[in-house]
C-alpha cells in the first residue's frame, strides 16, 4: 500500500517532443507529491512538487497533472531538450507519518537531438 | 549557502570492513533522511533522525547498519561488516522544520571488493 508504481521505464524522445512519466499510488494518506531529476553521479534535485488539493501545477517547461480520484499523478515535459536527458522519480509522503518519501523506482530520459 | 554535504564521495571497502558515511544538513535543517541506491534501481527509504534522536527506522536493515545525528557535528551511517551486497550509493537528504521537501546531497558510492 506504500507503493509508488511509476511509468515507463524508459522514455526516448525528440528534441522538442513532449515527455511523459506517470506515476500511481494506493494510500489515499499520501498528500504530498514530488518530482525529482537525476543525472549520472549526482544526487537527485527536486523539480517540481503538488498537493492534492490542485489539479495541476505548471513551472516552467515542467507540468504535473493529477488526478485524485484516480490516485495518478504525472510529469509532462514541454519542449524536451538534450540538457533534459536523466533520470526522473516522483515520490510520495505524507504529513500526518514522518514525511519520508517513498520513491518510484524511475524513468530513465533519453531526448535526441 | 552551502548544500546538504555528504564524505567522502567515494569509499571502497573489502568485506568485513566498516564503512561511516557522514553527512551535514542544509543550514537550518534539523531533519536529516538516509536514502540507498541500489544499481539502477530507486531510492529506497532507510532512517529519518533528528538531533540525538532515531525517528523513524522502519528502512534499516536490522543488522550491522545503525545512524546517529549527534547534537554536535554530521549525522553518521555506519555499515559493520560489510559485504558485496552493501554496494551502493548512499544518499542523505535534510529538510527544514516543516518538512515537506528535502534536499539531496550528491551521495555516498560504496563499493565492496
Known amino acids: 500500500q506504500q507503493q509508488v508504481k511509476q511509468s515507463p521505464q524508459s522514455l526516448i524522445v525528440q528534441k522538442g517532443g513532449i515527455s511523459i512519466i506517470n506515476c500511481a499510488y494506493e494510500n489515499t494518506a499520501f498528500d504530498y507529491f514530488p518530482w525529482y531529476q537525476q543525472f549520472p553521479g549526482k544526487g537527485p534535485a527536486l523539480l517540481i512538487a503538488?498537493?492534492?488539493?490542485?489539479s495541476e501545477k505548471k513551472e516552467g517547461r515542467f507540468t504535473i497533472s493529477f488526478n485524485k480520484s484516480a490516485k495518478q499523478f504525472s510529469l509532462h515535459i514541454m519542449d524536451s531538450q538534450p540538457g533534459d536527458s536523466a533520470t526522473y522519480f516522483c515520490a510520495a509522503s505524507w504529513s500526518s507519518g514522518t514525511y519520508k518519501y517513498i520513491f518510484g523506482t524511475g524513468t530513465r530520459l533519453k531526448v535526441l537531438a | 549557502n552551502a548544500g546538504v554535504m555528504q564524505n567522502p564521495r567515494h569509499l571502497v571497502r573489502r568485506r568485513g570492513q566498516e564503512a561511516r558515511l557522514r553527512c551535514s544538513p542544509m543550514k537550518g535543517h534539523s531533519h536529516v533522511y538516509w536514502y540507498r541506491q541500489l544499481p539502477e534501481e530507486g531510492l529506497k527509504f532507510m532512517v529519518y533522525?533528528?538531533?540525538?534522536?532515531?525517528?523513524?527506522e522502519s528502512g534499516m536493515p536490522k543488522e550491522r547498519f545503525s545512524a546517529e545525528f549527534p547534537k554536535e557535528g554530521p549525522s553518521i551511517l555506519r555499515i559493520q561488516q560489510v559485504v558485496r551486497g552493501d554496494s551502493a550509493a548512499y544518499f542523505c537528504?535534510?529538510?527544514?522544520?516543516?518538512?515537506?521537501?528535502?534536499?539531496f546531497g550528491e551521495g555516498s558510492w560504496l563499493t565492496v571488493v
Open positions: 533522525l533528528q538531533k540525538e534522536n532515531i525517528i523513524d
Open positions: 537528504a535534510s529538510s527544514p522544520q516543516d518538512r515537506t521537501t528535502i534536499y
Open positions: 503538488i498537493r492534492p488539493d490542485v
